[in-house]
């Protein structure tokens, strides 16, 4: 019987593409072009073709496991077909279906953020204490400091969230005007929070 087969990249752009597919396959969130490159003790520049072809590798249609570039990082995720299968097996909570109340909050904050309970009540009309602790226990929002003239906490979305909506910064969020007939109607009720809130 012969030697095992060892499987052996061609040549070293090839080896780096190993090498970023294992870091992203055991990294908890999404890495950095500079991350990738600190942990693979490589260039940038290499890193950044190296990514280009696990793009290419692992793209949609192609692969069970799709790379995408997210929440100002790179991240793999489950292909559109796998992905209910990968939810009937994990079942975590983050993925099962948010209730309005829900996503109109984290629109505030997503928009408006970072903001407090009171503001986010303000603009919704009607309490949101249960629904910011779920938003936190689900890791879609964070602390982010408190408003200095009442002393409540502040809340900014998380990478998280920019992963689970495919953002890869907040500035790819739909403006406000492109949301649709009640857009200026929220745009003003932001407005007047936002004029309420201290610089």
């Known amino acids: 019987m012969g ?9 070293p752009l090839d080896r780096l593409a190993h090498t970023l597919e294992a870091l992203l396959v055991v990294a908890s969130q999404p890495l950095t072009v500079p991350e990738l490159a600190e942990a693979a003790g490589e ?3 290499r890193i ?4 280009g072809l696990l793009t290419e590798r692992f793209s949609e249609g192609r692969s069970g496991i799709v790379l995408e570039k997210v929440a100002g990082g790179w991240a793999f ?8 299968a990968c939810g009937r097996l994990f079942e975590r909570p983050v993925e099962r279906g948010l209730s309005g109340a829900a996503l109109e909050t984290l629109a505030v904050i997503a928009y408006l953020g970072p903001c407090s309970r009171p503001e986010i009540a303000r603009l919704r009309g009607v309490a949101t204490d249960s ?3 779920g938003l936190v226990e689900r890791g879609l929002i964070a602390e982010a400091g408190r408003d200095q003239s009442v002393g409540a906490v502040r809340y900014r979305v998380t990478p998280l969230f920019e992963r689970i909506f495919g953002l890869e910064s907040l500035s790819e969020l739909p403006r406000l005007d492109e949301l649709g007939e009640d ?5 003003e009720r932001l407005e007047t929070i936002a004029e309420k809130r201290p610089a």
Do not use: Q, Y
């Open 131 to 133: 629904v910011v602790a």
């Open 48 to 51: 950044e073709m190296a990514l």
């Open 77 to 84: 995720r489950a292909s559109r077909d796998a992905a209910d």
């Open 183 to 187: 857009a200026e109607a929220m745009r």
């Open 43 to 45: 260039d940038p520049e």
């Open 3 to 11: 030697r095992p087969l060892r499987l052996v990249a061609a040549n």
